[in-house]
């Protein structure tokens, strides 16, 4: 899949002269090494080498982490380490001084007394995606490799997910509080250009597993983690859920390439994670399509989000504000070619 997918950057060079000097945009990545982060206190629950499945436990985090300070080990025998393993005693001053914590982990040793990450409630997290623990790294994190292909965004906002993939609306609409219903409920929706904090929350209330969407605003963003973080907090085994970014906090519509993916990809089961942020694709026999090689995208200035064909150089042109920038010319459907500098274009690989 990926290797069609990199046809068309080789092709540009010969079919339109010049594009290559066009920054590139990686559509599609596999295998996807996807990386879950160990926060002090959690606990791999895999092994390098163990082949995991979609849902499976991979790791257990604290809802509300804490320091404790507890004795030392006066013994001469093994050592405790930084990252080992902290369980209370059965009783006495050691759980009194743990405040009812039953484990944790060692973090660091002071005054001959050790602190340690520690919690009341223990909740696990699971794999969106089915793979091969790659690596598990003490006080980092765990990477499962899949060799599914990835549709890559620039961000990811909350915890992995997965479902059903259902596109809701077109490349530019927006997908509106009221619009949002329960028939949607366990699904990853493509919501267009943008989407609202309103729309965000009834989203998460009727059961809907993830966003996709071209842009989301810095305000939004913020709302929204800050009520992810009351609602984790209050109520426990909330179902993931997860938002991928697809530009930026700008409005623009959803990229016509990325569009015809998610057309593609309609009704079958993926996955959003975080660390690379991006879409997995869980059916490996979907033939997903490659954009034309001379098509350009323009990422930012006045006429960002818009796309267009690939019409050859127009050398150092003189731009508002004085700038001269290297420029080239793009042909935006039947006018005439626009000057635009080389530096707001985007080509897709």
């Known amino acids: 899949m990926v290797s069609r997918a990199d046809a068309p950057s080789r092709a540009a060079v010969s079919d339109a002269p010049g ?115 790659h690596e598990v790294r003490a006080g980092a994190g765990v990477t499962i490799r899949s060799t599914a292909n990835a549709i890559m965004g620039r961000s990811a906002l909350a915890g992995p997910s997965w479902g059903k993939l259902q596109v809701a609306t077109g490349p530019d609409g927006e997908l509106r509080a009221q619009h949002v219903d329960v028939g949607m409920a366990g699904s990853i929706i493509v919501a267009g250009a943008r989407m609202d904090a309103e729309a965000l929350t009834r989203a998460r209330a009727v059961g809907i597993r993830g966003i996709v969407v071209a842009a989301l605003g810095i305000k939004e963003q913020r709302d929204f983690l800050a009520s992810e973080r009351r609602g984790r907090a209050a109520v426990h085994g909330l179902p993931p859920f997860g938002i991928l970014v697809l530009d930026g906090a700008s409005r623009r519509p959803i990229a016509s390439p990325l569009m015809a993916l998610f057309e593609a990809v309609e009704g079958g089961m993926v996955a959003i994670v975080g660390d690379p942020p991006a879409l997995v694709i869980d059916d490996p026999s979907v033939l997903l399509p490659t954009p034309p090689p001379d098509l350009v995208r323009v990422r930012s200035g006045p006429l960002a989000g818009a796309e267009g064909t690939w019409a050859g150089l127009a050398g150092p042109r003189r731009f508002p504000a004085g700038v001269t920038l290297e420029a080239a010319f793009v042909r935006f459907g039947g006018r005439p070619p626009v000057a635009i500098p080389i530096g707001d274009l985007e080509r897709f690989a």
């Open 19 to 133: 594009v290559e000097l066009v920054s590139r945009r990686r559509l599609l990545l596999s295998p996807v090494d996807a990386f879950f982060r160990l926060h002090p206190g959690d606990r791999a629950l895999v092994k390098e080498g163990e082949a995991v499945g979609r849902g499976q436990p991979i790791l257990e985090h604290y809802r509300e982490p804490r320091t404790l300070v507890v004795p030392g080990s006066t013994s001469e025998g093994n050592q405790p380490q930084p990252g080992d393993r902290w369980t209370a005693p059965g009783g006495g001053r050691a759980v009194r001084e743990a405040h009812g914590a039953a484990g944790g982990e060692l973090l660091f040793r002071s005054g001959g007394r050790w602190r340690v990450a520690s919690g009341e409630r223990a909740e696990p997290l699971e794999s969106p995606v089915a793979g091969v623990v």
